[in-house]
């Protein structure tokens, strides 16, 4: 009985001193590369700003892919679903407002495939517009960058790509309007 003791000490004793070692092994990694983190950008890469843009990968109508992130300019996105109603009354009050964005890239987002949004743009006159693309994004990327939301929701992005107003749910096109 003794003997069967000393023996599980012993191996919780080996598997503690194999825990702390790799504890301590992956701290010097960790202080080995974190004086390279800190070092100032050198003249050729641009200095990162954070902004509030959620990183989503999107794929705009032509193909082309891009990372929400790395908009630029005053942004509003607009998650939505080409058949529910709401979105396509939200849409309306959009298209019919479009003055009061044209400082503004409108982003219309969805997780439908590329021929339904290309044709949702069709349908709202909204497909030949110069600051309004229609894009794709997987519900993994919409709920793990925005949570989950309900469509419609209106994210309005300052210039710096700061976050100046969110709208969850059908909403009134004057209080979109009155936070660009």
């Known amino acids: 009985m003794k003997k069967g003791i000393y023996i599980i000490a012993g191996v919780v004793l080996v598997l503690l001193l194999i825990f702390f070692i790799d504890n301590l092994n992956s701290k010097s990694a960790t202080r080995e590369t974190a004086p390279a983190a800190e070092e100032a950008p050198s003249a050729t890469t641009a200095a990162v700003v954070p902004n509030d843009l959620p990183m989503m990968s999107l794929t705009r109508l032509d193909g082309s892919s891009l990372m929400a992130k790395d908009l630029e300019g005053k942004t509003v996105l607009v998650l939505f679903r080409p058949d529910c109603?709401?979105?396509?009354?939200?849409?309306?009050?959009?298209?019919?407002?479009?003055?009061?964005?044209?400082?503004?890239?409108?982003?219309?987002?969805?997780?439908?495939?590329?021929?339904?949004?290309?044709?949702?743009?069709?349908?709202?006159?909204?497909?030949?517009?110069?600051?309004?693309?229609?894009?794709?994004?997987?519900?993994?990327?919409?709920?793990?960058?925005?949570?989950?939301?309900?469509?419609?929701?209106?994210?309005?992005?300052?210039?710096?790509?700061?976050?100046?107003?969110?709208?969850i749910g059908e909403t009134p096109i004057e209080e979109i309007i009155s936070a660009l």
């Open 85 to 167: 109603d709401h979105c396509q009354r939200e849409t309306v009050q959009i298209r019919e407002n479009l003055e009061a964005f044209e400082d503004y890239t409108i982003y219309f987002v969805s997780d439908a495939g590329l021929p339904q949004l290309s044709q949702f743009a069709r349908e709202y006159d909204l497909a030949d517009k110069n600051n309004i693309y229609f894009a794709q994004a997987s519900v993994n990327d919409i709920i793990h960058t925005l949570g989950p939301v309900e469509a419609p929701s209106v994210f309005i992005y300052s210039e710096e790509g700061r976050l100046v107003g969110s709208f």
